[in-house]
């Protein structure tokens, strides 16, 4: 029986006993698999599938492919079971990637990305995962917008899409936060990667206003204050894009302090929800600006998508399988009070789940 599994725009595809094999949107597309998409509603449209579909309660594994064991849960009155076999969320018939409270007769029970307890009658199980990547914004929240038009959340799904390929040719397991135009709070997001016990969450962004020229690109990632392993990841994936972007001939723009910093609020808390909600080791990176013309054209083009996404899936391994320290450290905290109440609830749309 076939699997399929949608991540951050690529498909996972793998049949009882075989290795699954993840594909990018043209290779999904020559496989005969419908890719989740955007519509114009900003809702996931439905993928097909020519293979029976996996339904709760089946036994997706075996000891010949210890993927995935959904289990069939032990009844209580309440009509929701506990979610067994290593099931921590599952990926919905749209394509959406939401974490698993449960499973009741007809389905699972499920945490929408607006934090609304909901069930679906069927998904694709995900066990664990080593990582997750979090594409900043989408739905209502587009943030930074280039002058010919590219929205930041666009320009970083894409980014996170391309990440995941790399780190699947890594084989190092891989979900996202969201796959595609839609709103999912910050709370949500820390609560999936969470759910999936990664190792890793790293939240991906471009940055706004414009800052000064610079000879150098203005990188910066946000480590949380307390997290020494945060500090190591952030500065590894640092030094890798440092070193991905230094290759471009780009007119930059930087901060003077720009590097790997800890940004608190007056409270002496970590200033951005991303890193504060999480216990899940998190760094956020703002790769460069998305307000510099110069460098908005650059993101336009495949060298640039293949860089970062091969520098961020480096620094990520080199986490996960070395002791190395990283660098670009700055050693005084940043002092913000974020204004607006952005990344929260109120107003959240959630998109269709099935």
Same mark, same amino acid.
């Given at each position: 029986?076939? /699997?399929?599994?949608?991540?951050?725009?690529?498909?996972?595809?793998?049949?009882?006993?075989q290795?699954p094999?993840?594909?990018d949107d043209?290779?999904?597309v020559?496989?005969?698999?419908? /890719?989740a998409?955007?519509?114009e509603?900003?809702?996931?449209?439905?993928?097909?599938?020519?293979?029976?579909?996996?339904?709760?309660?089946? /036994?997706?594994?075996?000891?010949?492919?210890?993927?995935?064991?959904?289990?069939?849960g032990?009844?209580?009155?309440?009509?929701?079971?506990?979610?067994?076999?290593g099931?921590?969320?599952v990926?919905?018939?749209?394509g959406?990637? =939401?974490?698993?409270?449960?499973?009741?007769?007809?389905?699972?029970?499920?945490?929408?990305?607006?934090?609304?307890?909901?069930e679906?009658?069927?998904?694709?199980?995900?066990?664990?995962?080593?990582v997750?990547?979090?594409?900043g914004h989408?739905g209502t929240?587009?943030?930074?917008?280039?002058e010919?038009?590219?929205?930041e959340?666009?320009?970083?799904?894409?980014?996170a899409r391309?990440?995941?390929?790399?780190?699947?040719? *890594? #084989?190092?397991?891989?979900?996202?936060?969201r796959?595609g135009?839609y709103?999912?709070?910050?709370?949500?997001?820390a609560?999936?990667?969470?759910a999936?016990?990664?190792?890793?969450?790293?939240?991906?962004h471009?940055?706004?206003?414009?800052?000064a020229?610079?000879? *150098?690109?203005?990188?910066e990632?946000?480590?949380?204050?307390?997290?020494?392993?945060?500090?190591?990841?952030?500065?590894l994936?640092? #030094?890798?894009? /440092?070193a991905a972007?230094s290759?471009?001939?780009?007119d930059?723009?930087?901060?003077?302090?720009?590097? =790997? =910093?800890?940004?608190i609020?007056?409270?002496?808390?970590?200033a951005?929800?991303?890193?504060?909600?999480p216990?899940?080791?998190?760094?956020?990176?703002?790769l460069?600006?998305l307000a510099?013309?110069?460098?908005?054209?650059?993101? #336009?083009?495949? #060298?640039?998508l293949?860089?970062?996404?091969?520098?961020?899936?480096?620094?990520?391994e080199?986490?996960?399988?070395?002791?190395d320290?990283?660098?670009?450290?700055v050693?005084?905290?940043?002092?913000?009070n974020?204004s607006?109440?952005?990344g929260? =609830?109120e107003?959240c749309?959630?998109?269709?789940?099935?």
């Amino acid at each position: 029986m076939m /699997m399929v599994a949608v991540l951050g725009g690529a498909a996972i595809v793998g049949c009882a006993g075989q290795r699954p094999v993840l594909l990018d949107d043209a290779s999904a597309v020559d496989a005969g698999i419908g /890719m989740a998409t955007t519509t114009e509603t900003r809702k996931p449209a439905p993928f097909e599938i020519d293979e029976p579909v996996i339904a709760p309660g089946e /036994m997706l594994a075996s000891d010949d492919n210890p993927l995935v064991d959904v289990g069939s849960g032990d009844g209580t009155g309440s009509g929701i079971f506990p979610a067994r076999g290593g099931v921590k969320a599952v990926v919905t018939p749209t394509g959406v990637v =939401v974490p698993v409270l449960g499973q009741s007769e007809s389905g699972y029970v499920v945490e929408s990305p607006c934090g609304i307890e909901t069930e679906i009658t069927w998904g694709q199980p995900l066990p664990s995962v080593r990582v997750v990547l979090d594409p900043g914004h989408g739905g209502t929240e587009q943030g930074a917008v280039a002058e010919p038009g590219r929205t930041e959340a666009e320009l970083n799904l894409r980014v996170a899409r391309r990440t995941a390929l790399a780190l699947q040719d *890594r #084989e190092i397991s891989v979900a996202l936060t969201r796959t595609g135009d839609y709103r999912v709070p910050v709370l949500q997001r820390a609560r999936l990667a969470d759910a999936l016990e990664a190792d890793a969450l790293l939240s991906i962004h471009h940055n706004t206003p414009r800052a000064a020229p610079s000879v *150098r690109p203005g990188t910066e990632v946000y480590v949380q204050g307390t997290s020494a392993e945060s500090q190591r990841l952030g500065g590894l994936v640092y #030094e890798e894009v /440092m070193a991905a972007l230094s290759q471009f001939d780009v007119d930059w723009v930087s901060r003077s302090d720009a590097g =790997v =910093v800890t940004v608190i609020d007056d409270n002496g808390e970590d200033a951005f929800g991303i890193n504060r909600h999480p216990e899940t080791v998190t760094a956020l990176v703002e790769l460069a600006y998305l307000a510099n013309p110069a460098e908005a054209a650059l993101f #336009e083009t495949d #060298e640039y998508l293949d860089a970062v996404a091969a520098a961020m899936a480096d620094g990520i391994e080199r986490y996960l399988t070395t002791q190395d320290p990283g660098s670009g450290y700055v050693d005084i905290p940043r002092i913000f009070n974020p204004s607006d109440e952005t990344g929260g =609830v109120e107003g959240c749309l959630a998109p269709a789940l099935e």
